[in-house]
């Protein structure tokens, strides 16, 4: 079964939603980078946060039978990555977020409204 880009995306918003991520933002990148159609982007306010947020989004993937196809930064919990096929979810803690400003260097991409 193959899963749609746009579901990968609700399925990581919704996760991230429930574990109380903040300033959430979806880029649509589609048209713009090879890379990914979606980035999802937010932060937690402690490293427990941050791999909370990780954990759900993998967990949830998962149970649709989607393989991650990486995952980075857990340990230190300062900045996540996690690639799901077409959507790549960006997961900092609040200090790094505002230092790399990811929004800023995408500011081409889209920002997606009601996920």
Same mark, same amino acid.
């Given at each position: ?19 109380? %991520? ?13 890379? %990914? ?38 340990? %230190? %919990? ?38």
């Amino acid at each position: 079964m193959t899963i749609k880009p746009e579901e990968l995306l609700n399925i990581a918003v919704e996760a991230a939603e429930d574990k109380k %991520a903040n300033d959430l933002v979806v880029l649509d990148l589609r048209g713009i980078s090879l890379v %990914a159609d979606y980035f999802v982007i937010c932060h937690g306010n402690s490293d427990t946060q941050v791999q909370a947020i990780a954990t759900e989004i993998r967990k949830r993937i998962h149970d649709k039978g989607v393989a991650l196809r990486g995952l980075e930064g857990m340990d %230190a %919990a300062r900045w996540v990555l996690m690639d799901i096929g077409d959507v790549v979810v960006h997961i900092f803690h609040r200090d790094e977020r505002e230092y790399y400003n990811i929004e800023r260097l995408w500011s081409d991409a889209k920002v997606v409204e009601n996920v």
